[in-house]
């Protein structure tokens, strides 16, 4: 990684505007692929990054692609399961394919993984402008400690995260306020260890309309958290995130009532200690709140909105998104063509968000979180949708349709 931002080049193939998840996937592949890449973030790496920290299913098959599942596995805590647990403190377990490695050591693995592949990673450099001429974006401005200087190139990929003022600044953002916030911190408790192994997430009235979790880093740590996901016209940006109000709710509130909701929650947080700050952060979810693309940009990752809504979950989405992004750059024909083959990609993928859109119910109305824990605790094909849902083969959302819930006494 280079640090100065007289060591830029003036030229280059594409430039990728952020290093996140969704920036570093998009960098690798282009850069696998012969292009001429340079990479920038405004944070130098390896920098935290507050997030639930949760891999599931879908980012293991992008980290595969992308050759870093391996390196990722070796230091991430892996789980078979998902522990669900209701209001009232029904608890069912769900298979899948987990993991929770902190997003300060897993950004650093891609990010590495694409300057090892040839792209050229500056950092800290700031974007602050692209650079048009006659409607079409073929560079950027970028900034470093008062210092300014111009990159061009054929694409600009703005891979930016939640944060709306980069979009702002290229004139790609379609709402300035985040769908869903969220608030965590990492605690230490070497004796809860053997007793909370698995992933968990914890629906309740105290956390409504959000849910809290509870994800074991290995090594004692735990990455502990509350989130609450907005529907699309009610979008959580609304409120002050910084302080961590949302609407009526506060999620400092939401966050010290979850070390009340159960025995290892108490014991967790009562007799831990915390290793970092509780923060929040905004998310940007549902494929919502942002152009896709413009005459030589694309816009990817969270950026582009690409978190699931009712879960959260967000990293394996924004790898996707970024290799979708590559590869659209990648496959040639003219500008429009590109652009077009990036969009209907993306468009491709709305039906799933909107399921999970539908399945956000049980975040408002935590008693379906009750019913449904109770069902699947008497029905092993119940478990098994649940399953299917968590690893991406079967719908999110058709268990909240009439036809849903009659199967839910049926099964």
Request: glycine share 10%.
């Amino acid at each position: 990684m280079n640090s100065s931002i007289e060591l830029l080049p003036k030229t280059c193939d594409v430039l990728v505007i952020g290093a996140g998840p969704s920036g570093s996937a998009a960098a690798f592949t282009l850069a696998k692929a012969g292009l001429d890449v340079v990479m920038i973030d405004q944070h130098a790496f390896p920098r935290d990054k507050i997030c639930g920290d949760g891999l599931i299913p879908d980012a293991h098959k992008a980290l595969e692609r992308l050759g870093v599942l391996d390196e990722v596995m070796r230091q991430a805590h892996s789980s078979s399961f998902l522990s669900c647990i209701s209001p009232r403190g029904g608890r069912v377990d769900v298979a899948g394919t987990l993991a929770v490695l902190p997003r300060k050591q897993l950004d650093d693995i891609v990010c590495k993984a694409a300057v090892a592949a040839g792209a050229r990673m500056f950092a800290p450099v700031r974007f602050t402008a692209p650079i048009e001429e006659n409607g079409k974006v073929v560079g950027a401005r970028l900034a470093q400690s008062g210092h300014e200087c111009e990159l061009r190139a054929t694409w600009v990929i703005l891979a930016t995260g939640a944060v709306p003022q980069a979009l702002m600044a290229a004139g790609m953002a379609e709402r300035h306020t985040p769908s869903a916030i969220a608030m965590r911190c990492y605690i230490k408790n070497e004796a809860m260890a053997s007793r909370i192994d698995k992933l968990e997430v914890i629906w309740h009235k105290a956390l409504a309309p959000g849910y809290g979790w509870i994800f074991p880093c290995g090594n004692g740590v735990f990455n502990v958290g509350v989130g609450i996901l907005a529907a699309p016209d009610d979008p959580a940006g609304k409120r002050d995130t910084s302080q961590g109000k949302a609407g009526t709710a506060n999620l400092r509130q939401m966050f010290e009532a979850l070390g009340t909701l159960s025995e290892p929650a108490r014991e967790l947080m009562a007799g831990g200690t915390r290793l970092s700050p509780l923060k929040g952060a905004p998310l940007r979810c549902s494929l919502q709140g942002a152009r896709l693309s413009r005459p030589g940009l694309l816009v990817t990752g969270e950026a582009a909105g690409s978190t699931y809504s009712f879960s959260g979950e967000g990293i394996g989405k924004a790898l996707e998104t970024g290799i979708l992004a590559a590869e659209a750059i990648l496959q040639g024909g003219g500008e429009a063509q590109v652009r077009a083959h990036y969009q209907s990609r993306i468009e491709a993928l709305r039906p799933r968000f909107a399921l999970y859109e539908r399945a956000n119910l049980v975040n408002k109305y935590p008693w379906l979180a009750d019913l449904l824990i109770w069902r699947a605790r008497k029905s092993a094909r119940l478990r098994q949708r649940l399953s299917g849902v968590l690893n991406e083969t079967s719908n999110p959302g058709s268990m909240f349709t009439v036809k849903g819930f009659v199967r839910l006494f049926t099964e």
